[in-house]
């Protein structure tokens, strides 16, 4: 019986990511670009994020900053900590990205707010809360809205999601990889 419902964990998870693949296709490839124009154009990117997205922001900084699946010269990436929208005023200039990946808390008026007013560009990643980005962010921002599942699965998903931008940026700096 435990067996079977482990089973059926990785089932759902699987499930989830094959249907989302074909939709979520385009919206990481405009992620990628608004990344890369950043990071080739002398900006940076700052990454924040709600309750377990603060851990995903974490992890995106630390593959922009150091690597991902090769080596590469380290890309100006940044977590921002407990106090986003103050780091983003403090920090963020025109040109520079933020990356917000909401836990669907809702929390992230402010952050966007402050990226706004720094004349950045933002990239959310979402899950339950997808909508309500629609209403706060401009044309050239970027939603990737992965299918709002429960918080397991949209935690899995985003996480997918930022590994593809890390490796979407790698393909498109350094070409294709050798395996």
Do not use: W
């Not at 435990?2 to 693949?21: G, I, T």
């Not at 004349?119 to 980005?133: C, E, K, P, S």
């Not at 397991?152 to 996480?159: I, L, N, S, W, Y």
């Not at 997918?160 to 393909?171: K, M, S």
């Amino acid at each position: 019986m435990l067996e079977q419902r482990v089973q059926q964990q990785f089932f759902e998870s699987a499930d989830l990511q094959y249907q989302a693949a074909e939709a979520l296709a385009r919206p990481i490839a405009e992620a990628t670009a608004t990344l890369l124009a950043a990071f080739t154009g002398g900006g940076k990117v700052l990454v924040a994020g709600s309750g377990a997205g603060a851990a995903l922001a974490q992890h995106m900084a630390r593959l922009f900053a150091g690597r991902f699946e090769r080596e590469r010269p380290p890309l100006a990436a940044l977590a921002l900590g407990s106090e986003p929208a103050q780091q983003v005023r403090a920090l963020g200039l025109p040109g520079d990205v933020l990356v917000f990946i909401d836990d669907g808390e809702g929390n992230s008026t402010a952050v966007i707010s402050a990226a706004q007013a720094k004349d950045m560009t933002i990239v959310v990643l979402a899950g339950r809360g997808a909508q309500a980005f629609g209403e706060l962010l401009a044309e050239t921002d970027v939603i990737v809205a992965v299918p709002p599942e429960r918080s397991p699965r949209v935690a899995e998903m985003q996480m997918l999601v930022l590994h593809c931008l890390c490796d979407a940026v790698d393909f498109q700096l350094m070409g294709e990889q050798d395996l």
